[in-house]
């Protein structure tokens, strides 16, 4: 039976392995993404937009052929050596966002196949990522020891790809609003709300014009038929 340690350093080299994996994909089946938004971000120079976006493709994918050849063969060093070019991946990403985010540059992620912003939620993201790939060293370099049997493997398969999915959608979650909030076009009258009756507008209030009101003569008097009514002591 593995130690605790042992399991939460596998689950947190899975999570890594994943979220690379992700990336890769992603780069992959939507090529023009990532330049994109490197030259929305306007940080890098024209000319390196292009290769930077290919570096960063191939270096993902590397990294998850390696640390998967590496995670099934057992081989700590080599397993060891992945994890911490994923801490140093991680680092670059967290730190190349902040710096946008700080010199007021926005645009896309580029991240991923769909439209997130650049975001303090990508750095934070970042960050995490390059936690739980410090860690996985960590444990993978200590005496931890991987999970042993089908049950803790499905364990951590799973906990892992609940946190690597969670992590991933978290800063488009954050960013897109709701799909129940819609704004209205420009002119368009709001919805009451419920239990309060609706006002007609203004302009749809006219003013109602009654009939003079009839006053009756007096006894002994004749009837007036147009003007005032004459005055009697």
Do not use: I
């Not at 994943?18 to 890769?24: E, F, H, P, R, Y």
């Not at 390059?130 to 993978?140: I, K, P, R």
């Not at 979650?173 to 704004?183: E, I, K, L, N, V």
Request: charge should be positive; include cysteine; glycine fraction near 12%.
């Amino acid at each position: 039976m593995s130690t605790p340690l042992g399991l939460l350093g596998s689950a947190a080299t899975a999570v890594v392995l994943l979220v690379l994996l992700a990336g890769c994909a992603a780069h992959l089946t939507r090529p023009a993404a990532l330049p994109g938004a490197l030259r929305a971000h306007a940080v890098l120079p024209g000319r390196a937009v292009g290769p930077a976006a290919g570096v960063v493709t191939v270096a993902e994918c590397l990294l998850v052929a390696a640390g998967t050849a590496a995670l099934l063969g057992r081989h700590r060093s080599g397993l060891t050596a992945v994890l911490a070019a994923a801490a140093a991946l991680f680092a670059c990403y967290a730190l190349y966002t902040r710096n946008a985010l700080a010199t007021g540059r926005g645009g896309p992620c580029g991240c991923s196949r769909a439209e997130v912003s650049l975001s303090g939620w990508v750095t934070g993201r970042a960050w995490t990522f390059a936690a739980l790939a410090l860690l996985g060293l960590l444990v993978s370099a200590g005496p931890g020891t991987p999970p042993k049997g089908a049950a803790e493997t499905a364990v951590v398969a799973l906990v892992a790809l609940t946190f690597a999915t969670l992590l991933w959608m978290l800063p488009a979650a954050m960013t897109q609003p709701g799909a129940g909030t819609r704004s209205l076009p420009s002119g368009t009258p709001q919805p009451p709300e419920r239990g309060r009756r609706s006002t007609p507008p203004a302009r749809a209030l006219r003013p109602v014009h009654l009939p003079d009101p009839v006053v009756p003569p007096r006894p002994g008097t004749a009837p007036v038929t147009g003007g005032r009514q004459p005055w009697t002591s």
